[in-house]
């Protein structure tokens, strides 16, 4: 199955709930800012106070040097950040309610969410499942920031850190294993100060393998990416999947689509959904006035592990 965004999901009653009940999550950790604070400060030291201060400077003059503050993700640690990430905002307006209506998870199921940091989405799948493991590379948020963030919101994951490509889960060990605009990043790295990813490892196929030896047969791998092309995406970020690359990704993992795809041409990008986009871009963010979106669009695909 793949599916591209579209304003009708985006404003449907199911995704508009869902939307919701992420926007609660964030306002408890919002509610407990002060809480997030002082962790931060015990752990960081005396240089964490300056860090929401430079953070905010940098959107207004980037060239401003931040080399003495701790980082998360090559920005400063701060609560603020934090919060300002978590925000669900146009893309994870689509993808997280998407990724949810298109999965059965009771208190049972056994979830991996990979890639996730200090995201929402497993605090939410948290709220269904009593069994969900969440990786990500980065030691410090899956140690000490996102099981604070768990606590504070109530609920329980088993965050650790791992790496995508290499998983450390047997084989079929998973009923869901989670994606959501992980693999855009695999290979990102900035260039002339602007984000790149040129996928020419293509390591992104290495992870997806990961992911359908970890599910259990019948089980479902459930990615989004970020999706566009140069001419609908600027130059403030270039990691988007584009669609002659999507087309030979799909072709590999055919056999693996919970539903086939009938026509290719279903998922391009034409002038027509490049409107859309540029609409619903400028609906969410009035206050950056451009012709064209800084992220292009959201796609996402669902893999299944045949029985033998």
């Given at each position: 199955m793949i599916e591209l965004l579209s304003?009708?999901?985006?404003?449907?009653?199911?995704y508009l709930r869902i939307q919701s009940e992420f926007r609660d999550i964030w306002n408890q950790m919002f509610?407990?800012?002060?809480?997030?604070?002082?962790?931060?400060?015990?752990?960081?030291?005396?240089?964490?106070?300056?860090?929401?201060?430079?953070?905010?400077?940098?959107?207004?003059?980037?060239?401003?040097?931040?080399?003495?503050?701790?980082?998360?993700?090559?920005?400063p640690v701060t609560s603020w950040g934090i919060l300002q990430e978590n925000q669900v905002v146009l893309g994870r307006n689509w993808e997280y309610p998407w990724a949810i209506l298109n999965s059965n998870i009771s208190v049972d199921t056994k979830i991996l969410d990979v890639g996730s940091g200090v995201s929402l989405f497993p605090l939410y799948l948290a709220r269904i499942s009593r069994k969900v493991d969440s990786i990500d590379p980065n030691e410090f948020q899956m140690k000490i920031l996102a099981p604070l963030l768990a606590d504070i919101v109530k609920l329980k994951v088993n965050f650790s850190v791992g790496n995508a490509l290499n998983l450390s889960a047997e084989d079929n060990t998973y009923d869901y294993v989670f994606s959501?605009?992980?693999?855009?990043h695999l290979e990102q790295k900035m260039?002339?100060?602007?984000?790149?990813?040129?996928?020419?490892?293509?390591?992104?196929?290495?992870?997806?393998?990961?992911?359908?030896?970890?599910?259990?047969?019948?089980?479902?791998?459930?990615l989004t990416l970020?999706?566009?092309?140069?001419?609908?995406?600027?130059?403030?970020?270039?990691?988007?999947?584009?669609?002659?690359?999507?087309?030979?990704?799909?072709?590999?993992?055919?056999?693996?689509?919970?539903?086939?795809?009938?026509?290719?041409?279903?998922?391009?990008?034409?002038?027509?959904?490049?409107?859309?986009?540029?609409?619903?871009?400028?609906?969410?963010?009035?206050?950056?006035?451009?012709?064209?979106?800084?992220?292009?669009?959201?796609?996402?695909?669902?893999?299944?592990?045949?029985?033998?």
């Open positions: 304003e009708e999901k985006i404003r449907s009653c199911d509610l407990n800012k002060d809480r997030i604070d002082r962790v931060l400060f015990r752990r960081l030291g005396p240089f964490w106070p300056f860090g929401e201060a430079i953070l905010k400077s940098r959107l207004r003059n980037p060239s401003i040097a931040i080399g003495l503050i701790p980082k998360m993700g090559g920005a959501i605009s992980v693999l855009e260039e002339n100060g602007i984000l790149i990813n040129k996928h020419a490892q293509k390591l992104d196929r290495i992870a997806i393998r990961e992911f359908i030896r970890v599910i259990k047969p019948g089980g479902r791998v459930i970020d999706y566009g092309n140069k001419n609908l995406c600027t130059d403030w970020i270039q990691c988007s999947f584009e669609f002659e690359y999507v087309k030979d990704l799909i072709e590999e993992f055919s056999a693996n689509l919970v539903k086939p795809l009938q026509n290719i041409d279903d998922i391009r990008l034409t002038t027509e959904r490049e409107r859309e986009v540029i609409k619903l871009w400028s609906e969410f963010y009035p206050y950056v006035p451009q012709e064209k979106p800084r992220f292009g669009t959201g796609l996402g695909i669902i893999l299944t592990k045949r029985s033998i």
